[in-house]
């Protein structure tokens, strides 16, 4: 089952730096999507999300894109940060429901 | 910030025993759910809960599993006879319904069957 893709398992940036992580999806009933952030021994932390209807969502240093005609999705982060560094979920859901579909995830390296 | 918690943080258990792992949502939170990540796999939602049922479960919430709201606080999950492949992290979550608003998760219990 591969409807949420995040083909890049790491990142490495600099601090100061933008990252950009990437994600696609395949299942086009997909209509609202969240990137969640992720340190060791805890969870998932909500970060920034997106319905279908937009294609850009902005929250400080915080920015996703959405490109429906390509089912892809993107974070943008800038300037990077050493703390930023953590691996970043991407997941999609359907309706007004919560049964997210996780990607694999993207282990991000913000290197001072 | 309110948070989700979840107890033990890691249960170590035998094949073929019952286990319960217990999760205190936000207090003015309607919806919970369950997620599990098995290792280096991807986070897969299990259950959603609300108004005391069961609203969604995936195919891997089978009759080996349940889930309760015994009180006004706890959210269970409990698994009758583990399995092998039952060894995860289990993550509860909550929300309070309102405009898509995100999950909350909780930190998650290592479970891992022997």
């Known amino acids: 089952d591969q409807q949420v893709k995040q083909n890049s398992p790491s990142l490495s940036v600099q601090e100061g730096r933008i990252s950009i992580l990437n994600c696609d999806y395949t299942?086009?009933?997909?209509?609202?999507f969240l990137w969640y952030k992720k340190y060791p021994a805890e969870g998932p932390t909500f970060l920034i999300s997106?319905?279908?209807?937009?294609d850009k969502n902005e929250d400080g240093r915080f920015t996703v894109f959405l490109n429906k005609s390509a089912k892809h999705l993107s974070l943008h982060i800038v300037p990077s940060q050493p703390g930023d560094s953590a691996v970043y979920f991407c997941a999609a859901s359907v309706g007004s429901n919560y049964k997210l579909t996780f990607g694999k995830g993207t282990l991000l390296t913000v290197n001072p | 910030e309110p948070e989700v918690t979840q107890t033990p943080s890691h249960q170590v258990t035998q094949m073929g025993q019952e286990v319960i792992l217990r999760c205190v949502p936000i207090?003015?939170?309607?919806?919970f759910y369950w997620y599990r990540q098995i290792l280096g796999q991807k986070v897969e939602f299990l259950v959603s809960f609300y108004n005391n049922e069961i609203s969604e479960k995936s195919e891997i919430f089978d009759d080996q599993f349940s889930v309760e709201r015994p009180d006004g606080s706890n959210f269970t999950l409990k698994i009758r006879s583990t399995k092998l492949e039952d060894s995860a992290m289990y993550f509860c979550?909550?929300?309070?319904?309102?405009?898509?608003?995100?999950?909350?998760f909780g930190n998650g219990t290592r479970l891992t069957v022997t």
């Open positions: 979550a909550s929300s309070n319904g309102g405009a898509r608003g995100a999950l909350h």
């Open positions: 207090s003015n939170h309607l919806y």
């Open positions: 997106i319905s279908s209807i937009k």
């Open positions: 299942n086009s009933m997909f209509d609202y």
